[in-house]
């Protein structure tokens, strides 16, 4: 079962984080399952930028980014080479080490 690595966030993981996921879960959904609350606005439908995470380690072994994916991505703040929407990537059997980006492009951010 792979690992996540979440590296410290001011607001949804404060020290960091491990976590273990299946392969074949995406990255969004093992976050939430383990109540690391990132944001998801458009309920992981890849029709946001929200989820908006920086792999560190282990991008590699993550599904190839569609189109779509990619065509968000260009609206991301903070876009780096190994951006990825959280609710795209997908795990295999590796461990990935992933960021947080400090802000978020959310114009209608509930519960908060």
Same mark, same amino acid.
């Given at each position: @079962?792979?690992?996540?690595?979440?590296?410290? !966030? !001011?607001?949804?993981?404060?020290? #960091?984080?491990?976590? $273990?996921?299946?392969? #074949?879960? $995406?990255? *969004?959904?093992?976050?939430?399952?383990?109540?690391?609350?990132?944001? !998801?606005?458009?309920? @992981? $439908?890849?029709?946001?930028?929200? *989820?908006?995470?920086?792999? &560190? %380690? #282990?991008?590699?072994?993550?599904?190839?980014?569609?189109?779509?994916?990619?065509?968000?991505?260009?609206?991301?703040? #903070?876009?780096?080479? /190994? $951006? &990825?929407?959280? *609710? /795209?990537?997908?795990?295999? /059997? %590796?461990?990935?080490?992933?960021?947080?980006?400090?802000?978020?492009?959310?114009?209608?951010?509930?519960?908060?």
């Amino acid at each position: @079962m792979p690992v996540i690595k979440i590296l410290p !966030h !001011h607001e949804y993981c404060p020290e #960091g984080a491990e976590i $273990s996921a299946s392969a #074949g879960t $995406s990255i *969004c959904e093992a976050l939430l399952e383990h109540d690391i609350k990132i944001e !998801h606005a458009c309920d @992981m $439908s890849c029709a946001c930028t929200t *989820c908006h995470v920086i792999v &560190r %380690q #282990g991008y590699e072994t993550l599904n190839e980014a569609e189109e779509e994916e990619e065509d968000l991505l260009d609206r991301a703040w #903070g876009l780096e080479p /190994q $951006s &990825r929407l959280s *609710c /795209q990537a997908i795990l295999a /059997q %590796q461990d990935v080490t992933i960021e947080i980006p400090k802000y978020t492009i959310n114009h209608a951010r509930e519960n908060h």
